[in-house]
């Protein structure tokens, strides 16, 4: 591990991203960072897709640990002179770990390096899966309203879809949370056509993955669930092949 | 490669991200349909940062040639039999190389089996590089208004300051194009405060990296140029060691 912290005798604490799930999507820096950890802790869920990075290593993996501690017990073993990699699912960077590492650092004071090490995150993988959706600008919103009001979540959907955004939403919906979504389709068909093209993936890249492309006004209609992402198209956006394309310009500057 | 094309003899178009530059940070997969391609093709700057793969190849790198015929001569040999890797620099799903490919593939007709292989796109690299900046709801707004009507582009960025997302500028300034900038942050300005932390970050993971947190107030003193994204932090988002934090949350419902 390049770096490591001064004269303290603390380690690293690498957050890594593992992407969609196997290996083959993971930057080859965080198989690296993996190979070389002393420890590795994270989700069970995300460690039994890396079987490989775990044999001989100290492997802290937890299904029922929260998030909270699991950052905490990472920085304590960096702080003890580890270095340690906390595996995270998609991009650490992107709705996910790094957040929550940098928080329990400042409250903790704690002395270590800390690094980011990113990956696909579900706007990357979702997006290849689906033809070539984000060309254009585009904002991503998470209808998960536990640590969200939900009037800042309804006010960015208007937003979003007033400005003709190309839109992802995270977490469209859980078993408990049903009617957000809903709300979210009454939003945009207040702003676009219900034929606007919209993607939906679920589990990306593995094994049981669903890829589906239908419109605003019909996307109620398929199975969306905690693994699926949704796509909204913008105005410009076309369906082509079972595919979604969201052209680069609104001008004719460029011709082919 | 696994997949072919039906009985066309067709091969298979890989539309690969190589991510912010090195081999380093690539994904595995990436690397793999590098290694297996027939032709690669490519802009000059991006293979020069990939000379591992180019050797014993068919290479067709251009500086002058444009993007539209690096495309249509990437289809015709790939329709031709041949299985080749267009090389896109960071992630050809966004705001990159994805969608001429569906958009020529379409005109032409193209009868291949085209394949987008994500990579880390600017988002993903500068995020990682500013500490954790996109834990909340973001958009992404390219400034560039060659193949936008700069109306739009002013109705985004008024959205997204208004609806409090984090926001990644894409393209932010270039030699020709130095006001839209200024615009920008005027927009911003009538939003949110000068306090607002910002992070620009130019050259993501290569030799000449430059890294900075500074704010919105203040944000145009600093180089900004064509290598340059720059991320404006929400109404939450704080500074820290000189990274850009940005809480999860809007309530306290979950506490450390």
Redesign the interface.
């Known amino acids: 591990m390049e770096k490591h912290n001064n004269g303290s005798g603390a380690g690293t604490l690498y957050v890594v991203g593992t ?1 969609p799930g196997s ?7 965080a ?2 960072v993996l190979k070389k950890a002393d420890i590795i802790i994270g989700y069970r869920t995300y460690l039994d897709l890396i079987p490989e990075f775990l044999e001989n290593k100290e492997v802290v993996s937890s299904e029922m640990m929260k998030e ?1 501690d699991r950052c905490r017990s990472a920085l304590e073993k960096t702080i003890g002179g580890k270095n340690v990699a906390l595996v995270s699912g998609g ?6 770990m ?7 650092a ?2 903790m004071d704690a002395d270590c390096s800390i690094e ?6 579900a ?3 979702c ?3 689906l ?12 209808l998960s309203d ?4 939900w009037e ?2 309804e ?2 959907l ?3 879809a ?4 190309v839109t992802a939403i995270y977490n469209p919906k859980s078993k408990k949370r049903t009617t957000q979504i809903v709300r979210a389709q009454e939003i945009f068909l207040a702003h676009r056509s219900p034929e606007t093209v919209v993607g939906i993936v679920t589990a990306a890249t593995r094994e049981n993955e669903t890829i589906v492309v239908t419109t605003l006004g019909e996307m109620l209609e398929q199975q969306i669930g905690m693994q699926s992402t949704i796509i909204i198209g913008n105005s410009q956006t076309y369906s ?1 092949n079972d ?1 979604m ?7 004719d ?2 011709s ?1």
């Open positions: 992407g290996v083959k999507h993971m930057t080859v820096h198989t690296e909270v991009d650490p960077g992107i709705y996910a790094a957040g929550l590492v940098y928080e329990m400042k409250q980011i090490i990113p990956g696909l995150a706007i990357n993988s997006a290849a899966r033809g070539a959706p984000l060309m254009h600008d585009f904002a991503a919103v998470s536990l640590l969200t009001p800042v979540i006010k960015r208007d937003a979003a007033s400005a003709d955004f082509w595919l394309v969201t052209p680069r310009g609104y001008s500057k460029y082919l």
